[in-house]
């Protein structure tokens, strides 16, 4: 335990427990929101417009993200030098602009349902990486 500014003691450890735990929540209910934005659109895209959809799934990967970068803090990874965390993050950017195209910017439903069957790849992808600590390069 470390000495914080405030006076408090700081254990790193249980600060990265405490964001790891957070950050495994979020991924699983961006997974889980995703698929349901996905049904949603092929069987009643008309659902997609209530606000919890427009908004929840927002508020969810930004805490997603924002324990990611906590964890990367505190536990001392740097995506430069870490090569599974870089994986993470170019499959992280593949994912985003794959599921831009299944829930929006897709023409056709043809080019939606490849997206969308995309993206779930990319994120069984991060899990892997994830798990394994294998990247790509390094």
Request: hydrophobic share 55%; glycine share 8%; with cysteine.
């Amino acid at each position: 335990s470390v000495a914080h500014p405030c006076g408090r003691r700081y254990d790193p450890a249980m600060s990265y427990l405490a964001l790891k735990h957070l950050h495994l929540t979020c991924a699983v209910l961006t997974a889980l929101a995703f698929i349901a934005r996905g049904l949603l659109l092929a069987t009643r895209p008309q659902a997609l417009n209530a606000r919890f959809w427009r908004v929840a799934p927002h508020v969810n990967d930004t805490l997603l993200l924002a324990a990611g970068v906590g964890m990367a803090v505190v536990g001392g990874f740097n995506p430069l030098t870490t090569p599974w965390l870089a994986t993470k993050l170019v499959l992280l950017l593949a994912y985003i602009g794959l599921g831009t195209l299944a829930l929006k910017r897709g023409k056709t439903p043809q080019q939606r349902a490849i997206a969308f069957v995309l993206a779930l790849a990319a994120l069984a992808a991060i899990v892997h990486v994830a798990l394994s600590k294998q990247g790509w390069w390094g």
